[in-house]
């Protein structure tokens, strides 16, 4: 299309050149569409023993193109960025996110307003991921919907996801009351002897069939529950042994890896003992030996199987630290949340109506008064860090896993909690090397994408920030992002800021 100005055709020519304005201003504003060459600049990475000082890197279309210690000869057009006194690490990649829940957000029938809202939250959320750093999230419910919706993002973070298989009366189809779970869980599987409503065709829900079909939409994982009740409860059914073992054969075959939803040590028990990749949560709960101190020899057992069957592990600090911020004052009021969260959500989670959750919570622990209540959370709390410390200090790699959100709490917020999770884990005496190599080439390895991402190396995909302060330094260089590169664009941070 040709535009001209003329006094002709003043009027349309003006209204053409405001809506083009308009256009290249909602669009997320980039440094450069060129390449980009960065002068002077820190590396640190995890491949590298210790960091490269004055380097000079490339980035040529999407990728690293070249490193070196002397200046490169750079195409006339490409964009310089001043890397002195900065720090290039890669983009961090956090392995266990739930995209399809609005943290807060009330179940069933919605406002206009509330609907509203939630739109504005689904907008939101890519760019609070990338405002923190995240350029890569596994999604481990798999909301098809959600998941399309992430994707189509004007920019986004990477995203793959695990289908997660429950059984009809089992968790998480239990807790989340979505109405008819054949069909408000597409992977759900059926056993033998399970009677089964009219309508529903058993045959699509083998695991044979169920494992396919996640495979066909694309899935990269399969999730499974070892869940009979929360804290010390055991009246949930589990899935029969000869199904888990026919879901994990078939995702072998499918080349999916296994991701097992178990943070109770009876449970992580039973999950170890089947073919499994990934425990998706720390083990808080240690049933009779909750009130052990330092950490039991049962619970030394299970790790020390976690460690010899090299399982994946997910701390998911964040799950009780999500429900914990919510029952203290002024979790909101701190700066951190103003930037991920619009201000008309943030407004909203401030009304008598958000707090429905944090009502909910405080009943399922019994009514305590709320030193009371903290003083059992920090108990739960604390034997998840031990189990953490444990493995740490048996140089067991950990991987960045926020689980946000992994309840309707809105103090899980995207991005922002995969921060949290790193500071926490810091706080445990988790050392700032090896919370730089959780958060990058532990989860790249996970997620199988370690040949293209997770280092600053030649060659690799161009998903890097450039940090005001040192990661091996202060844990907080990870909120001190200058820029955002995705794909071999530098983003300011401030683009993602919620608005
Ligand atoms: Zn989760």
Not at 72 to 89: A, D, M, Q, V
Not at 161 to 177: E, K, Q, S
């Amino acid at each position: 299309m040709k535009f001209e100005y003329s006094a002709e055709n003043n009027c349309i020519g003006h209204k053409m050149l405001k809506q083009l304005t308009a256009l290249i201003m909602s669009m997320p504003v980039l440094v450069s569409a060129s390449d980009i060459y960065l002068k002077n600049v820190t590396i640190i990475s995890p491949n590298n023993s210790s960091p490269v000082k004055d380097a000079y890197v490339l980035i040529a279309d999407d990728k690293i193109s070249t490193i070196s210690k002397s200046p490169i000869n750079i195409p006339s057009n490409t964009k310089i960025i001043n890397g002195e006194g900065r720090y290039l690490i890669p983009g961090l990649i956090d392995s266990h996110v739930h995209v399809s829940e609005m943290p807060g957000m009330i179940k069933g029938e919605k406002s206009d307003y509330l609907k509203d809202l939630e739109k504005t939250y689904f907008l939101q959320q890519p760019k609070s991921y990338l405002y923190f750093g995240i350029t890569r999230i596994q999604d481990l419910a798999g909301d098809n919907r959600a998941i399309q919706q992430f994707q189509n993002s004007d920019i986004s973070p990477s995203l793959s996801f695990c289908g997660m298989i429950p059984i009809a009366d089992g968790y998480p189809v239990n807790v989340l009351g979505l109405g008819d779970p054949y069909k408000a869980f597409p992977y759900l599987v059926i056993e033998p002897n399970d009677s089964i409503p009219e309508g529903v065709n058993r045959a699509e829900h083998t695991p044979e069939r169920i494992v396919d079909k996640i495979a066909r939409d694309g899935g990269s994982c399969v999730k499974l529950f070892f869940e009979d009740g929360f804290g010390t409860e055991s009246h949930w059914p589990l899935m029969k042994d000869q199904t888990v073992k026919a879901i994990i054969t078939e995702a072998k075959k499918h080349g999916l890896s296994i991701y097992a939803h178990a943070n109770a040590v009876d449970m992580q028990n039973i999950a170890l003992k089947y073919d499994i990749d990934v425990i998706a949560h720390g083990l808080w709960n240690w049933n009779e030996h909750a009130k052990s101190e330092n950490v039991p020899n049962a619970i030394q057992a299970t790790l020390d199987t976690v460690i010899e069957k090299q399982i994946a592990y997910q701390p998911t600090f964040n799950v009780m630290d999500g429900l914990k911020a919510l029952t203290v004052p002024n979790t909101l009021s701190s700066k951190d949340f103003s930037f991920v969260v619009p201000p008309s959500i943030l407004s909203w989670y401030q009304s008598e109506d958000a707090q429905w959750f944090k009502q909910e919570i405080i009943n399922d622990f019994g009514n305590p008064p709320l030193p009371i209540l903290h003083k059992i959370m920090d108990g739960i709390i604390s034997r998840g860090e031990r189990s953490v410390q444990y493995l740490n200090q048996k140089n067991y790699p950990l991987v960045l896993a926020s689980d946000t959100p992994s309840s309707p709490t809105y103090a899980a917020q995207p991005g922002l909690s995969s921060f949290l999770e790193l500071k926490h884990m810091h706080s445990v005496g988790v050392s700032l090397g090896r919370i730089l190599e959780a958060a990058t080439i532990n989860n790249a390895k996970l997620l199988n994408v370690d040949k293209i991402e997770g280092t600053v190396e030649a060659g690799k995909r161009a998903n890097l920030l450039l940090l005001k302060r040192n990661p091996l330094e202060t844990i907080d260089a990870y909120n001190s992002i200058e820029f955002v590169i995705i794909d071999g664009n530098a983003y300011e941070r401030e683009r993602f800021m919620a608005k």
